[in-house]
């Protein structure tokens, strides 16, 4: 490009002291533009559409030094060089509308550098551009006042018309390049025609020649008109916009309503559009008036089951007849434009006449649909006994609703449910709602309980992303059709048969009020060789099984009759159900051993509607676990049990499952739905883990302050084995578990804590299980429980090893030995009793002058509490010895003249004993040695 204007580059003269200390500017220069663009305005070279640039903040003048580090931008300063008079600026031209063409100036400036310009403009806002932050912008009068300063992108409001100084400043460490173009946007002059405000007519096309090119378009509406411009270009963001009245200042002011902004002041008005991030091409822009719009088709309210309004114009002109909720399929603007509803769907009209359906955006189809929800033109009556009557079948017209009038009183309870669709079946509409005569909602409660409330007529409403639909009614508080369903013990599998087809997917039930307990159980499947796929299970009252290809539910029933409701696909398909005492006087129900490690009870389930239960009890304060196999297919829950344990519509009781808290439990085993019946029996275990008093008795307290190690066998018969491990807050212990028989089926350990079902231990496969006690143990002890994994009869070996200091609160000590004598020259067994006493221990007898007698330990208590062994006695001292107890640790414990060794005959004297005394004591007091 030709450089018109030639500035005058003034460089900073650098001090002695400092080459690059700045020299203090002759005027001062504000950070704020007088003329700050609004939000709807553009920077021409680099803001987004519809946004205006940042301002840059400056830092106060006087900046001590260049900061380091390129290219990181130093304080921004705008400075006037005294030197740098306005006579000695080159002139540039102000710029016309459309490209700058030779009206631009160029070059590059270092940090602190500057270089000024002339430029003569009439009053109103002057706008320079140029894309670079490292170089400030400052416009000054003639007598050195600014008029506004910031970097990148300057519109500044003249207050009079004149000649001006631009002064640009490089705000860089580097020289920065700068490309800059001034342009009055208070002139109309190179405007062009006026740019089109209705709908329906094409974007206004446009072409940016060069990337400073600015077009400006008049714009012919009114003053408070709302008006919505944009670039008609979803996917490049090609050029930005402003509208602007007759000083060049914006005119168009947003009011809070998401869709355009309003013209304020007086016009002219003109759109002024400006290339954004160096785009050079074609450009289209949409500007439409939304306030009192030209162009958009009028429609009146339709029938439901009615297709929508097509068209090309994204926008309808409603004629509403009353007041009240219509559904619309687009934002509702008012006659001034706001917005009256902001999104598509339910909007309410306070008063009857005309409104706008503004289709926002760039939409792929301007269907919009237009319904008043208090009619009922379009519905089709229904039946609500879905039990007896054809499911309810039709499809959907485009953007439309299908209505079906209830004939339901009001307070009426009804469920609404489309088929269960199997896996070959097409989709189906699925979005309902029922209306009452004021076109509100009218249910108290969802659709599988849905309360009648309002005025009737009530009205289904159908819709959905796919046309065909079919949904049934069931009136829940007047059934019809219902047969009754008998009540099967555990040990009976009766039940009925539900048979679906293609106009019936729903079946019901009776349960009569005096034939079921407070809480049941219900259970379905598809019978074998039915082509059913899935069902889902309710009964009135909240419990559902949801969908699945059989399941389980158990359901607290409320006093008086009940009714279970069974949906299924619209083909031939049969279920089976059955129903379940579940509660303290169930039958079928048999008791079970609860000891750790005792025989399992065996479960048999020849259907997937067979279940199972064992009854367990005890003490409130007494805690249970019961467990399968795994692998086994079954599903429990317990019933009695506080907490979710007792539902079988949740996670139920996920084995291994733990309980208490009452004196009475019902175990309820059921074949786990959506799978195979399991093989064999199925080997359900429940054991007693803790009682008030402490650990079950069947399992012995063992030393564990530095470890220990466990042997045993488990099988099916057997399936545990049991330990009580002392410990204390944050201990921890690496296990390992062993099968030392084939390798392959090593038993899983688990370590409890009273009142807490969690296994302290954690790892899988090869790896160490590491056992950490988090918190205070009660009572000081955690049960470790052995447990087989499969059927095998495993032998196993567990080690642990404590990894702090002291496992447990434990410690060393010897309280008695008996027998408390011995003669001489035999070989006495030994027994030490005290805690923590282990075969590893060393044992000895001392006494002052003597040489030590070595017990050697035959035995030790699993619990700790007594240690035998055997000492030589043959040509000991007789008198009292010191007992002396060393563990593996170092620790040392001594019973002072605890035992004593003894002569009973004259024979067992030495020579150095003096035998006189013999004669008196016969063996009961030891010969004082001579």
Same mark, same amino acid.
């Given at each position: 490009?030709?450089?018109?204007?030639?500035?005058?580059?003034?460089?900073?003269?650098?001090?002695?002291?400092?080459?690059?200390?700045?020299?203090?500017?002759?005027?001062?220069?504000?950070?704020?533009?007088?003329?700050?663009?609004?939000?709807?305005?553009?920077?021409?070279?680099?803001?987004?559409?519809?946004?205006?640039?940042?301002?840059?903040? !400056? =830092?106060?003048?006087?900046?001590?030094?260049?900061?380091?580090?390129?290219?990181?931008?130093?304080?921004?300063?705008?400075?006037?060089?005294?030197?740098?008079?306005?006579? %000695?600026?080159?002139?540039?031209?102000?710029a016309p509308y459309g490209p700058a063409g030779d009206a631009h100036a160029t070059g590059s400036l270092t940090y602190r550098q500057t270089a000024c310009y002339r430029v003569t403009a009439p009053a109103g806002v002057l706008v320079v551009a140029n894309d670079d932050t490292a170089v400030q912008k400052t416009v000054t009068t003639a007598d050195d006042q600014v008029v506004c300063a910031k970097s990148a992108y300057v519109s500044c409001a003249l207050p009079a018309a004149g000649t001006y100084t631009l002064v640009?400043?490089?705000?860089?460490?580097?020289?920065?390049?700068?490309?800059?173009?001034?342009?009055?946007?208070?002139? =109309?002059?190179?405007?062009?025609?006026?740019?089109?405000?209705?709908?329906?007519?094409?974007?206004?096309?446009?072409?940016?020649?060069? /990337?400073?090119?600015?077009?400006?378009?008049?714009?012919?509406?009114?003053?408070?008109?709302?008006?919505?411009? %944009?670039?008609?270009?979803?996917?490049?963001?090609?050029?930005?916009?402003?509208?602007?009245?007759?000083?060049?200042?914006?005119?168009?002011?947003?009011?809070?309503?998401?869709?355009?902004?309003?013209?304020?002041?007086?016009?002219?008005?003109?759109?002024?559009?400006?290339?954004t991030y160096h785009y050079v091409g074609p450009y289209a822009l949409r500007v439409r008036q939304l306030s009192d719009p030209v162009g958009c088709p009028e429609i009146a309210p339709q029938a439901f089951g009615a297709g929508a309004s097509q068209g090309a114009v994204p926008c309808r002109t409603l004629q509403v007849p009353a007041p009240g909720p219509y559904r619309v399929g687009a934002p509702v603007l008012r006659a001034d434009g706001s917005t009256l509803c902001p999104a598509a769907g339910i909007c309410v009209? %306070?008063?009857?006449?005309?409104?706008?359906?503004?289709?926002? #955006? +760039?939409?792929?189809?301007?269907?919009?649909?237009?319904?008043?929800?208090?009619?009922?033109?379009?519905?089709?009556?229904?039946?609500?006994?879905?039990?007896?009557?054809?499911?309810?079948?039709?499809?959907?017209?485009?953007?439309?609703?299908?209505?079906?009038?209830?004939?339901?009183?009001?307070?009426?309870?009804?469920? &609404?449910?489309?088929?269960?669709?199997?896996?070959?079946?097409?989709?189906?509409?699925?979005?309902?709602?029922?209306?009452?005569?004021?076109?509100?909602?009218?249910?108290?409660?969802?659709?599988?309980?849905?309360? *009648?409330?309002?005025?009737?007529?009530?009205?289904?409403?159908?819709?959905?992303?796919?046309?065909?639909?079919?949904?049934?009614?069931?009136?829940?508080?007047?059934?019809?059709?219902?047969? $009754?369903?008998?009540?099967?013990?555990?040990?009976?599998?009766?039940?009925?048969?539900?048979?679906?087809?293609?106009?019936?997917? *729903?079946?019901?039930?009776?349960?009569?009020?005096?034939? +079921?307990?407070?809480?049941?159980?219900?259970?379905?499947?598809?019978?074998?060789?039915?082509?059913?796929?899935?069902?889902?299970?309710?009964?009135?009252?909240?419990?559902?099984?949801? /969908?699945?290809?059989?399941?389980?539910?158990?359901?607290? *029933?409320?006093?008086?009759?009940?009714?279970?409701?069974?949906?299924?696909?619209?083909?031939?398909? $049969?279920? +089976?159900?059955?129903?379940?005492?579940?509660?303290?006087?169930?039958?079928?129900? &048999?008791?079970?051993?609860?000891?750790?490690?005792?025989?399992?009870?065996?479960?048999?389930?020849? !259907?997937?509607?067979?279940?199972?239960?064992?009854?367990?009890?005890?003490?409130?304060? %007494?805690?249970?676990?019961?467990?399968?196999?795994? #692998?086994?297919? &079954?599903?429990?829950?317990?019933?009695?049990?506080?907490?979710?344990?007792?539902?079988?519509?949740?996670?139920?009781?996920?084995?291994?499952?733990?309980?208490?808290?009452?004196?009475?439990?019902?175990?309820?085993?059921?074949?786990?739905?959506?799978?195979?019946?399991?093989?064999?029996?199925?080997?359900?275990?429940?054991?007693?883990?803790?009682?008030?008093?402490?650990?079950?008795?069947?399992?012995?307290?063992?030393?564990? @302050?530095?470890?220990?190690?466990?042997?045993?066998?488990?099988?099916?018969?057997?399936?545990? $084995?049991?330990?009580?491990?002392?410990?204390?807050?944050?201990?921890s212990f690496d296990l390992t578990s062993v099968d030392t028989g084939t390798g392959q089926s090593r038993p899983w350990p688990t370590l409890l804590l009273r009142g807490d079902a969690r296994n302290a231990c954690t790892g899988s496969g090869e790896q160490i299980f590491r056992c950490r006690i988090d918190g205070t143990p009660a009572q000081g002890y955690a049960l470790l429980i052995v447990e087989g994994t499969n059927d095998a009869v495993v032998p196993y070996r567990v080690e642990a090893l404590c990894r702090v200091?002291?496992?447990?609160?434990?410690?060393?000590?010897?309280?008695?030995?008996?027998?408390?004598?011995?003669?001489?020259?035999?070989?006495?067994?030994?027994?030490?009793?005290?805690?923590?006493?282990?075969?590893?221990?060393?044992?000895?007898?001392?006494?002052?002058?003597?040489?030590?007698?070595?017990?050697?330990?035959? #035995?030790?208590?699993?619990?700790?509490?007594?240690?035998?062994?055997?000492?030589?006695?043959?040509?000991?001292?007789?008198?009292?010895?010191?007992?002396?107890?060393?563990?593996?640790?170092? =620790?040392?414990?001594? *019973?002072?003249?605890?035992?004593?060794?003894?002569?009973?005959?004259?024979? @067992?004297?030495?020579?150095?004993?003096?035998?006189?005394?013999? /004669?008196?004591?016969?063996?009961?007091?030891?010969?004082?040695?001579?």
């Open positions: 490009m030709t450089v018109l204007a030639t500035a005058l580059i003034v460089p900073v003269e650098a001090s002695a002291a400092d080459p690059s200390a700045p020299t203090t500017p002759t005027a001062g220069v504000s950070a704020t533009d007088s003329a700050t663009p609004p939000t709807a305005a553009a920077d021409p070279k680099t803001a987004p559409a519809t946004t205006a640039p940042a301002d840059t903040a !400056s =830092t106060p003048a006087g900046a001590a030094s260049i900061p380091t580090g390129s290219p990181a931008t130093p304080p921004q300063t705008p400075g006037v060089q005294a030197a740098a008079d306005a006579a %000695d600026c080159a002139v540039l031209p102000l640009l400043e490089g705000n860089a460490t580097y020289a920065a390049a700068y490309d800059i173009a001034a342009r009055s946007y208070a002139t =109309t002059d190179g405007c062009l025609p006026a740019v089109a405000t209705g709908f329906g007519q094409p974007p206004t096309a446009g072409q940016f020649a060069t /990337e400073d090119q600015v077009d400006c378009r008049r714009l012919d509406a009114q003053p408070g008109a709302r008006i919505l411009v %944009d670039t008609a270009d979803n996917d490049t963001p090609t050029g930005g916009y402003r509208i602007v009245g007759p000083t060049g200042a914006d005119a168009c002011a947003s009011d809070g309503y998401p869709y355009g902004c309003v013209l304020q002041g007086t016009g002219p008005y003109r759109v002024i559009s400006s290339s009209f %306070d008063a009857a006449g005309r409104y706008t359906a503004f289709v926002d #955006g +760039h939409p792929k189809s301007t269907t919009v649909a237009f319904v008043d929800m208090k009619s009922t033109a379009g519905c089709v009556p229904t039946s609500d006994q879905g039990a007896v009557d054809p499911v309810n079948r039709g499809s959907l017209a485009p953007g439309a609703q299908a209505c079906l009038q209830l004939p339901s009183p009001t307070g009426a309870t009804l469920l &609404v449910a489309k088929p269960v669709l199997k896996a070959v079946d097409a989709a189906l509409a699925d979005s309902f709602e029922v209306l009452n005569a004021d076109g509100t909602a009218a249910c108290d409660g969802p659709l599988t309980n849905c309360r *009648l409330t309002g005025p009737a007529p009530y009205r289904l409403l159908v819709s959905g992303t796919v046309a065909p639909y079919a949904v049934s009614v069931f009136r829940l508080d007047q059934p019809v059709g219902c047969p $009754e369903l008998g009540r099967d013990g555990f040990g009976t599998d009766t039940g009925a048969s539900a048979r679906f087809d293609a106009s019936h997917p *729903l079946r019901c039930f009776a349960v009569p009020a005096n034939a +079921h307990a407070a809480e049941e159980l219900f259970q379905f499947a598809g019978v074998q060789g039915s082509t059913l796929d899935l069902g889902a299970l309710s009964v009135v009252g909240g419990c559902t099984t949801g /969908e699945a290809r059989s399941g389980a539910v158990s359901c607290k *029933l409320a006093p008086g009759a009940a009714t279970v409701i069974v949906r299924g696909p619209a083909s031939d398909a $049969e279920f +089976h159900v059955v129903r379940r005492d579940v509660t303290a006087a169930a039958a079928g129900c &048999v008791p079970t051993a609860t000891t750790v490690g005792g025989k399992p009870t065996a479960l048999t389930f020849g !259907s997937a509607t067979a279940a199972a239960c064992v009854r367990v009890t005890g003490a409130s304060t %007494d805690e249970f676990r019961a467990a399968v196999p795994s #692998g086994s297919r &079954v599903t429990a829950a317990v019933f009695g049990a506080p907490g979710a344990a007792g539902s079988m519509t949740g996670s139920g009781c996920i084995f291994p499952c733990a309980f208490g808290g009452a004196s009475d439990y019902r175990v309820v085993t059921v074949p786990t739905a959506g799978t195979a019946l399991p093989a064999g029996p199925v080997r359900l275990s429940v054991w007693r883990t803790a009682t008030a008093a402490g650990p079950p008795p069947e399992c012995p307290k063992i030393v564990s @302050q530095h470890g220990f190690t466990l042997t045993g066998t488990v099988g099916p018969d057997h399936p545990a $084995e049991c330990v009580v491990v002392p410990v204390k807050a944050q201990d200091t002291q496992c447990g609160s434990d410690v060393l000590k010897l309280t008695a030995v008996s027998p408390g004598t011995a003669p001489r020259n035999t070989i006495p067994t030994l027994t030490l009793t005290g805690t923590v006493l282990q075969r590893t221990d060393t044992v000895r007898l001392t006494r002052t002058g003597k040489a030590d007698l070595p017990v050697t330990v035959t #035995g030790a208590a699993l619990d700790g509490t007594s240690l035998t062994g055997t000492v030589n006695l043959t040509g000991a001292a007789f008198g009292s010895w010191n007992v002396v107890v060393k563990s593996a640790d170092g =620790t040392e414990r001594v *019973l002072a003249n605890a035992f004593t060794v003894v002569v009973t005959s004259r024979d @067992q004297l030495t020579p150095q004993e003096d035998g006189s005394k013999w /004669e008196g004591t016969k063996g009961r007091t030891p010969i004082k040695p001579a």
